[in-house]
């Protein structure tokens, strides 16, 4: 059985004492300042909800799983009152304006209280997390009468919202969306088409759920150009703010998948459904893609939750479960055997998941205070910080959403390996995670359509390299003070130097061999981007080091002398034992892409 625990103290020494989130909530203004203790209010509180709430229903929810019955869904038992109480902690609210019901505190805390929840139980964090998405849209695209209608009760979280982009013939490929918008007298449009995949898409949480929808005109052009957005309530509602009649939008069934088994995926049909256009027409690509920087972050915290809960079981159970003798000596000549967390393959084991869950955890942090400044700016009006905050984010994201997801199952997939044959068995609770963790590469983009987002997009396209000269300038500045430092000190220090030579080099030559190779952009995406995030990863835990050794150092830490000295020595783990992986991508990335391309394409035959 999992016993999960909020990492409070982890997460408090990456805000307070890596990134001085203090200093950050006071530079960001806004309506409601985030004290210290007002955060760390919200923090007590949500551990506590996530613990005794939601960790207990991660079990029973994969066991039951949700039901369907003629177009209804019902959720596992338990879902219901708990989301009762996450409406009545006013969970939803928390970073968006006062003005809609919200609580206007920076929206990193939004992210850092996902973590916990989605750790907890990430199928139930699936109901509250969908509505985000939706919720900015509206926020950023809807006019004020749509706002001021729909706002306040997704805010709150009476409703929920979904993102209704996936049609039977496309999920990565949206420019092939078919879903039709019909104009109606009455300035509305009437939407009929069918969704598949579509997350809290009919459940029974709430009185009424509100679609957002990519959907094209009779008229429009073909391809990603022609793609409009539409607002579509499940129930209509009325001007008084009151329910109205219901939509012609019905789940025709919900999908048995592997994982997330309490979370909800439906297949929607929509037959000549009203809904409003969100934003210009033909524009709802780009409205959709506005936040989706955010979504995709939060999608990446997966990766950091299966970590996280994977490494807490498997720890608990290697401290017990013991096995022969360690190999430098009985550690615990008192009992038949020692345990096996003395085993040195164990520790490999614990200290990746921990390496994993640690350092994906600063690299989310740190991107969420570019997405508080993101969304303060969108809040106050302000375009020009807003899109400068999004494309600072936007380098972040396919790394942090291909990178942490891959590595988050890695990490489950430990999980089990620690257990032994008792990993494999449902009753511990390891394989539920791993098959849970499973969803996370595939949903809010691929990893290879990240993979291309990054290459192709943001490093080739976008900013030719800049991005990427921006970030190692920043590896260089922490490298430089430590280059001749003694010890592990130095170590990293030449080792970030070296990382950053190597990461512009590596990106120099992938843009002149794509001149000559369209293919190798695609070839190397993969490769490029899980050496991005090793060596991303190595800068976080650097700056985790430096800070831990000058809390030793000053005895001045907000955490024990034993916290400090755990985190220097898993940087020293992840320097040695995961960094050098990152050689081999950059290798494997600088291959031609012939050795793909050359076979025979379909089947992949010689004949
Ligand atoms: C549990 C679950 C929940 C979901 N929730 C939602 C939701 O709430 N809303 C929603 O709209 N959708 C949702 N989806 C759909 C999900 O986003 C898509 O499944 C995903 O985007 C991939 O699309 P696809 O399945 O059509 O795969 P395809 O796009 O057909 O891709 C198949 C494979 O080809 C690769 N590929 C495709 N194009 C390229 C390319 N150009 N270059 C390189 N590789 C490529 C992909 O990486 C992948 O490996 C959900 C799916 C699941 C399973």
């Avoid at 990492?7 to 985030?34: I, K, T």
């Avoid at 006062?98 to 996902?114: C, F, V």
């Avoid at 969420?368 to 984010?393: S, Y």
């Avoid at 024990?560 to 940087?571: H, L, P, Q, V």
Wanted: glycine share 10%.
């Amino acid at each position: 059985m999992l016993n999960f625990r909020v990492p409070l103290a982890d997460m408090r020494f990456v805000m307070n004492e890596v990134y001085d989130y203090p200093a950050h909530y006071r530079g960001l203004g806004g309506s409601e300042p985030a004290t210290p203790e007002l955060v760390d209010a919200i923090m007590e509180a949500a551990a506590t909800y996530s613990e005794e709430v939601l960790a207990p229903l991660y079990t029973p929810g994969d066991t039951e799983g949700c039901h369907f019955h003629a177009g209804e869904v019902s959720t596992p038992r338990g879902y219901k009152a708990a989301y009762q109480q996450f409406i009545e902690g006013g969970w939803q609210g928390l970073s968006y304006p006062a003005e809609y019901g919200g609580q206007g505190l920076p929206m990193s805390l939004n992210l850092i209280k996902s973590e916990m929840m989605g750790t907890a139980n990430w199928a139930f964090n699936m109901y509250p997390g969908l509505s985000i998405g939706c919720i900015n849209t509206i926020m950023q695209y809807g006019t004020e009468s749509v706002k001021a209608q729909f706002l306040p009760p997704l805010v709150s979280g009476a409703w929920t919202g979904t993102m209704c982009l996936t049609e039977p013939q496309c999920g990565s490929d949206l420019a092939q969306v078919k879903t039709l918008a019909r104009p109606l007298d009455n300035g509305r449009y009437a939407l009929s088409g069918t969704k598949i995949f579509i997350s809290s898409g009919e459940h029974d949480l709430t009185d009424n759920i509100i679609h957002i929808v990519l959907a094209r005109l009779p008229d429009a052009p073909a391809g990603t150009r022609g793609i409009s957005l539409f607002l579509v309530p499940k129930f209509k509602v009325l001007a008084d703010g009151s329910l109205g009649e219901r939509n012609p939008v019905h789940c025709g069934a919900i999908e048995h998948k592997m994982g997330i088994a309490a979370s909800a995926t439906a297949l929607l049909n929509f037959d000549q459904a009203e809904g409003i256009l969100i934003g210009e027409i033909h524009k709802g690509l780009e409205a959709m893609f506005t936040f989706m920087n955010t979504a995709r972050i939060g999608t990446a915290i997966q990766g950091v939750a299966h970590a996280e809960l994977s490494h807490q079981g498997a720890l608990a159970y290697a401290r017990e479960r013991r096995s022969m003798r360690s190999l430098s000596g009985k550690k615990e000549p008192g009992q038949a055997a020692d345990a096996i967390v003395w085993h040195p393959d164990v520790r490999r084991m614990l200290l990746t998941q921990k390496a994993i869950a640690e350092g994906g955890r600063a690299m989310i942090y740190g991107a969420a205070q570019w997405a508080d400044r993101m969304f303060a700016a969108a809040w106050a009006g302000d375009q020009q910080t807003h899109h400068l905050c999004d494309a600072e984010l936007g380098f972040y994201t396919p790394i942090l959403k291909g990178f942490l997801t891959e590595m988050g199952i890695e990490a489950a997939q430990l999980g089990i390996q620690v257990l032994g044959g008792h990993g494999y068995i449902r009753e511990h609770g390891m394989e539920q995670i791993a098959r849970d963790a499973r969803i996370s590469t595939l949903y809010e983009g691929t990893t290879g359509i990240q993979a291309l987002d990054l290459l192709g997009r943001k490093v080739m396209l976008q900013t030719k390299g800049r991005c990427v000269r921006d970030f190692t300038h920043r590896m260089w500045l922490l490298a430089r003070g430590a280059l001749l430092s003694p010890g592990f000190r130095g170590r990293w220090g030449r080792s970030l130097a070296w990382r950053a030579l190597q990461w512009n080099a590596l990106t120099l030559r992938l843009m002149v061999q794509a001149r000559s190779d369209a293919d190798q952009v695609g070839a190397a995406s993969f490769d490029y981007l899980m050496y991005s995030g090793y060596v991303m990863m190595a800068y976080y835990w650097a700056l985790m080091a430096e800070r831990a050794q000058q809390a030793l150092h000053s005895g001045q830490g907000g955490q024990s002398a034993a916290f400090y000295r755990a985190k220097i020595e898993t940087a020293q783990f992840y320097f040695e034992r995961i960094l050098p992986r990152a050689d081999v991508h950059h290798r494997t990335a600088l291959a031609p892409a012939r050795t793909l391309m050359q076979m025979h394409a379909c089947p992949l035959q010689s004949d």
